[in-house]
T-cell receptor
Framework: DTEVTQTPKHLVMGMTNKKSLKCEQH?????MYWYKQKAKKPPELMFV???????INESVPSRFSPECPNSSLLNLHLHALQPEDSALYLC??????????????FGPGTRLTVL | GENVEQHPSTLSVQEGDSAVIKCTYS??????FPWYKQELGKRPQLIID?????GEKKDQRIAVTLNKTAKHFSLHITETQPEDSAVYFC?????????????FGSGTQLTVLP
């Protein structure tokens, strides 16, 4: 398996809902990332997990809660989101530093709409 | 932190012509510079990258050059084709440890006219 996969592809939720985004990779990568991307803008880093530990949190509001249950799986739990949180949420992974520099591979993304 | 500037924001070329996109970075500690292509509604796709110990790298019609002294790097696409139309992002890698951060440029919308 040489891809990063994400589910669901599309998600519509209300401001009071709780939902989760899922990301999976089976390439042996030990760093995983969540990005948020608005239309016509570059990806913005949200969180970084390294060896299943949260290593970077880019001052993301607490209504976004990441979780890394194991080295292959990354979740993003969503609660009480705002309409301005509507965006494409991208997951990425990268090999251990000893194998390569920070070559990051992106998943297809989840298109999130908050009503 | 790192700051990456990318120019131009839009670029239109005739099919068969060359396209050049330029980026500058601020952090002299950055040592890895990837380029991503993103088609509408798709994921960013790594198309080429360069490390700080290399000045130029080529892969078929795509090449990247790096000037560490001036802190700038460029993407060159030759013999452009309509399928090259997309948004291109440059990035610079900083940080330490196993997870290093990518800082992206603002993107270039490339349109190849048939």
């Amino acid at each position: 398996d040489t891809e990063v996969t994400q589910t669901p592809k599309h998600l519509v939720m209300g401001m009071t809902n709780k939902k989760s985004l899922k990301c999976e990779q089976h390439m042996g990568h030990r760093a995983m990332y969540w990005y948020k991307q608005k239309a016509k803008k570059p990806p913005e880093l949200m969180f970084v997990y390294s060896y299943e530990k949260l290593s970077i949190n880019e001052s993301v509001p607490s209504r976004f809660s990441p979780e890394c249950p194991n080295s292959s799986l990354l979740n993003l739990h969503l609660h009480a989101l705002q309409p301005e949180d509507s965006a494409l949420y991208l997951c990425a992974s990268s090999p251990p530093l000893t194998r390569n520099y920070n070559e990051q591979f992106f998943g297809p993304g989840t298109r999130l709409t908050v009503l | 932190g790192e700051n990456v500037e990318q120019h131009p924001s839009t670029l239109s070329v005739q099919e068969g012509d060359s396209a050049v996109i330029k980026c500058t970075y601020s952090d002299s500690a950055s040592n890895y510079f990837p380029w991503y292509k993103q088609e509408l509604g798709k994921r960013p796709q790594l198309i080429i990258d360069i490390r700080s110990n290399v000045g130029e790298k080529k892969d078929q019609r795509i090449a990247v050059t790096l000037n560490k002294t001036a802190k700038h790097f460029s993407l060159h696409i030759t013999e452009t084709q309509p399928e090259d139309s997309a948004v291109y992002f440059c990035a610079a890698s900083t940080g330490s440890g196993s997870a290093r951060q990518l800082t992206f440029g603002s993107g270039t919308q490339l349109t190849v006219l048939p």
